[in-house]
């Protein structure tokens, strides 16, 4: 009779919410939830994080991206590439040769001409690594949130939130 109970018990709870809570896409598909953990315990992070976007002036003249070296090496920026839409590498523009050191800043003005975007209200920018297309960083924006003459920046530097600064300061530390 106890087995019984226990046996009723058991098949009773097993579709109770599932223990196992993946929110990150699985690419094997016949992976056991258990599987399918390991497989997301074990993905590399979402963002490399070397090259951080880290202020955007979406209403400039002209508009313009700053990025910090978020590493405590020199980096390389032709290695990198950006784009104004997630993904869209076949319309990336490579970062000019420059080595960045560790902390620096460099600014890339988007202007239409030789980055072959602007930057909208509304709008998002993405640095990949060239090599390999993975995600370094990137932000996408709301209208609003880069008004004319202010910018949309990452207060403190690197790795804080994005805030709208009434200071721009393009090649400098950002200010609240």
Same mark, same amino acid.
């Given at each position: 009779?106890? @087995?019984?109970?226990?046996? $009723?018990?058991?098949?009773?709870?097993?579709?109770?919410?599932?223990?196992?809570?993946?929110?990150?896409?699985? +690419? +094997? $598909?016949?992976?056991?939830?258990?599987?399918?953990?390991?497989?997301?315990?074990?993905? *590399?992070?979402?963002?490399?994080?070397?090259?951080?976007?880290?202020?955007?002036?979406?209403? /400039?003249?002209?508009?313009?991206?700053? $990025?910090?070296?978020?590493?405590?090496? *020199?980096?390389?920026?032709?290695?990198?590439?950006?784009?104004?839409?997630?993904?869209?590498?076949?319309?990336?523009? @490579?970062?000019?040769?420059?080595?960045? /050191?560790?902390?620096?800043?460099?600014?890339?003005?988007?202007?239409?001409?030789? $980055?072959?975007?602007?930057?909208?209200?509304?709008?998002?920018?993405?640095?990949?690594? !060239?090599?390999?297309?993975?995600?370094?960083?990137?932000?996408?924006?709301?209208?609003?949130?880069?008004?004319?003459?202010?910018?949309?920046?990452?207060?403190?530097? @690197?790795?804080?939130?994005?805030? @709208?600064?009434? +200071?721009?300061? !393009?090649?400098?530390?950002?200010?609240?």
């Amino acid at each position: 009779m106890r @087995t019984a109970i226990l046996l $009723v018990l058991l098949v009773g709870c097993s579709n109770a919410a599932d223990p196992i809570a993946i929110d990150a896409p699985v +690419h +094997h $598909v016949d992976a056991s939830p258990f599987d399918a953990a390991k497989i997301y315990l074990d993905a *590399p992070p979402e963002r490399l994080r070397i090259l951080v976007v880290n202020e955007v002036v979406a209403a /400039g003249n002209p508009d313009w991206v700053e $990025v910090v070296n978020a590493t405590t090496s *020199p980096v390389e920026m032709s290695d990198f590439v950006i784009v104004d839409k997630a993904g869209d590498l076949a319309n990336a523009y @490579t970062f000019p040769a420059q080595t960045l /050191g560790p902390g620096a800043f460099a600014t890339l003005d988007c202007d239409g001409t030789i $980055v072959p975007f602007k930057l909208a209200a509304d709008e998002e920018v993405w640095v990949y690594r !060239k090599s390999d297309g993975a995600l370094s960083d990137g932000i996408d924006w709301n209208n609003g949130d880069s008004p004319t003459n202010d910018s949309f920046a990452r207060v403190p530097d @690197t790795f804080a939130p994005f805030v @709208t600064s009434m +200071h721009p300061t !393009k090649g400098l530390p950002n200010q609240p």
